[in-house]
């Protein structure tokens, strides 16, 4: 059973509109969040991260919302430009450590023009 | 260059045979990680290690064996790959910050490599 899941395999927006990339988790244990951007043929790159003690994390056009109640944290991206189409992995983290890093399936947005 | 390499980048080979994916970074980091991504799944952690004589089992870890020949280097091997095997293997790292804890929980992967076992 996966601990953490992005229930929408893809996502299609038009640019200039806002995508909204959605996770649920199922641990209340989890301590830290982090969203990575995946492009084709390469690896996944650390995107922003929000701690559990916080319920939003801004960084430009990219907002991490976290509501710990309902175990759902979400993905802003306002506004949405055809570069940001890839895949987005949610991923969270269990201990202080980080070894313990559970990721989600990702959701493949696309931006259209 | 890139922070983070992983040789071959494509490799196919057969059902029996021994395969060893390699890892090689420049970032410094004493954290090394494997991953293993399959379509639906996400990324599922096969084994980590904290520092040259530091190995530990991930999720799924059956199967596999990984070597930390040096800081910079961390290697996976499939004694006999079997066809579920097939999948796109990410390495990545990380780093402890000020605190002790690992700065952000941060991962720095690298390109990746697609295995595929006939």
């Known amino acids: 059973d996966q601990q953490v899941k992005q229930n929408s395999p893809s996502l299609s927006v038009q640019e200039g509109r806002i995508s909204i990339l959605n996770c649920d988790y199922t641990?209340?244990?989890?301590?830290?969040f982090l969203w990575y951007k995946k492009y084709p043929a390469e690896g996944p790159t650390f995107l922003i991260s929000?701690?559990?003690?916080?319920d939003k994390n801004e960084d430009g056009r990219f907002t991490v919302f976290l509501n710990k109640s309902a175990k759902h944290l979400s993905l802003h991206i306002v506004p949405s430009q055809p570069g940001d189409s890839a895949v987005y992995f949610c991923?969270?983290?269990?201990?202080?450590?980080?070894?313990?890093?559970?990721f989600g399936p990702g959701t493949r947005l696309s931006v259209l023009p | 260059d890139a922070d983070v390499t992983q040789t071959p980048r494509n490799r196919i080979t057969k059902t029996g045979k021994r395969i060893m994916l390699e890892c090689s970074q420049t970032?410094?980091?004493?954290?090394m990680y494997w991953y293993r991504q399959d379509p639906g799944l996400g990324l599922r952690l096969i084994y980590y290690?904290?520092?040259?004589?530091?190995?530990n089992k991930g999720e799924i870890s059956d199967g596999y064996s990984v070597s930390r020949q040096a800081q910079a280097k961390f290697s996976l091997s499939l004694e006999s790959a079997i066809p579920n095997q097939t999948a796109l293997y990410f390495c990545?790292?990380?780093?402890?910050?000020?605190?002790?804890?690992?700065?952000?929980?941060?991962?720095?992967f690298g390109p990746g490599t697609r295995l595929t076992v006939l």
């Open positions: 970032k410094g980091h004493d954290r």
């Open positions: 929000i701690s559990s003690i916080k």
């Open positions: 990545a790292t990380s780093d402890l910050g000020d605190s002790g804890r690992a700065a952000g929980h941060e991962q720095f």
């Open positions: 641990n209340s244990m989890f301590d830290y």
């Open positions: 991923a969270a983290t269990l201990d202080n450590y980080g070894q313990n890093f559970v």
């Open positions: 290690s904290f520092d040259v004589k530091d190995i």
